[in-house]
């Protein structure tokens, strides 16, 4: 029998069309001997569906068209406790499931796919998923536990300040001249919680301090002010594994138009991977693979980003970026992207590693996360209510102890 993929995507954040091309090239790698991958789409408005059409790039030019062709469902568990996808709405006698579902692979960049929240509901119903977890999802996310949990393991961050729109509001000056006196400027100012380079600037003086920050905070209440990297090369490297066994990819070298790497680099730019042709990874911007480093270099980013991802606790795939001080060849991990654009299938390719076989890797690791759970004891099957028949006082002493 083959294991039942549920490959989840489009989604409510700011990148759900890179999510619909990032699971489509995904679903087209599966390997069919061993899964059969099922498509579900989560809509703008929030409704989940499946079908056939959802596989054609094509027919997302017309969403409405498109969903009338498919099945609206929910994902719910049946009498055995057993994950499934059932119809959303039946008749009086209509069948309700449409399928049962082995293991879920999220394919959803940014907020409430990313960020541990779906991953939290396939938990709820008992449902195998690839990836990131719950924790390592959400600190993904969080730009500044994200650094408080490197920094403690002492892999190198840049010097950052952190701290909330109401503090801002209630002590700006205070707060300007500690990131005056601890960072210098230039800095970078940012929201510490969305992707896309959405609501960062820069800033040189303390004028564009308070217009970055006031920026920031129209996106999300934890700011992050760091030091600005001026000279910089930037570096992405992907990591695929769990915390026990986890290699590196190769690197990739990321070229920006502007200081800051933005929406429109990333999706918009039209450019294209060294090797082109199905090397090409979803976000289209200018890079180059391998990136220009001396072996050394290049061995030091792959160890950073295996130490990364295994100190976060992730799974499967993720992408971790780097910035390089190319003054001092200094490397600092700028964040980790736990459900990279493209899956990273592009830095997998040149190691040898198909698309395929990428997959297949990412939902074995799924596999053995479920069995390491399975073998551990989270709830005891004994009924306090029905051992302790006699009354509340008294009684004799349950599995759980007397005092837990
Ligand atoms: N400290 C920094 N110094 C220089 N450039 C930076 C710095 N931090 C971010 N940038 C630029 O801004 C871009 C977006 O920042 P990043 O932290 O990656 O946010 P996002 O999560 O939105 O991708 C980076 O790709 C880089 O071009
Ligand atoms: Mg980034």
Same mark, same amino acid.
């Given at each position: 029998m083959k294991v039942k993929v549920g490959v989840f995507f489009g989604g409510v954040s700011v990148e759900h069309e890179v999510s619909v091309i990032s699971a489509l090239q995904?679903?087209?790698a599966i390997d069919r001997d061993q899964y059969e991958p099922i498509p579900i789409y989560i809509a703008k408005n929030k409704n989940w569906y499946t079908g056939e059409?959802?596989?054609?790039?094509?027919n997302y030019k017309n969403i409405d068209s498109l969903l009338k062709q498919c099945e609206r469902i929910i994902i719910t568990t049946n009498d055995q406790g057993r994950p499934v996808i059932h119809r959303h709405t039946t008749g009086m006698f209509g069948?309700?499931?449409?399928?049962?579902?082995d293991v879920a692979f999220p394919v959803i960049h940014g907020t409430y796919g990313e960020d541990g929240i779906l991953q939290g509901y396939f938990e709820l119903h008992g449902l195998p998923y690839v990836g990131c977890d719950v924790f390592s999802s959400a600190v993904g996310m969080d730009k500044v536990m994200m650094k408080q949990i490197l920094r403690?393991?002492?892999l190198p961050i840049l010097d950052y300040h952190w701290f909330y729109s109401s503090n801002w509001l209630n002590d700006q000056d205070a707060l300007i001249e500690k990131i005056e006196s601890e960072l210098n400027y230039p800095v970078i100012v940012k929201p510490a919680n969305l992707g896309s380079s959405v609501g960062i600037s820069k800033a040189t003086n303390r004028e564009e301090l308070e217009e970055a920050v006031e920026l920031a905070t129209e996106f999300a209440k934890k700011i992050v002010v760091e030091k600005m990297v001026t000279n910089l090369k930037e570096v992405n490297c992907s990591v695929l594994g769990?915390?026990?066994e986890a290699e590196s990819s190769v690197c990739e070298e990321v070229l920006s138009s502007t200081?800051? %790497?933005?929406y429109q680099d990333k999706y918009q730019s039209g450019g294209s991977s060294k090797g082109g042709g199905s090397s090409k990874g979803m976000e289209s911007t200018n890079r180059k693979i391998p990136a220009e480093m001396s072996d050394e270099k290049t061995a030091e980013v792959q160890k950073l980003a295996k130490d990364t991802f295994q100190t976060l606790g992730c799974a499967g795939v993720s992408r971790i970026d780097f910035l390089i001080d190319k003054n001092t060849e200094q490397v600092f991990v700028n964040e980790i992207n736990t459900i990279p654009g493209?899956?990273?299938?592009? %830095?997998?390719e040149p190691t040898g590693k198909s698309f395929k076989e990428l997959t297949s890797d990412m939902i074995q690791v799924a596999l053995k996360r479920e069995r390491e759970r399975e073998s551990l004891t989270f709830s005891v099957d004994t009924n306090l209510f029905a051992m302790h028949s006699g009354g509340a006082k008294g009684g004799s002493k349950s599995k759980l102890g007397s005092n837990s």
């Open positions: 995904a679903i087209n059409a959802l596989l054609e790039i094509e069948k309700k499931l449409i399928s049962e579902i403690d393991s002492g769990d915390y026990e200081d800051i %790497l933005t493209s899956l990273s299938f592009y %830095l997998w």
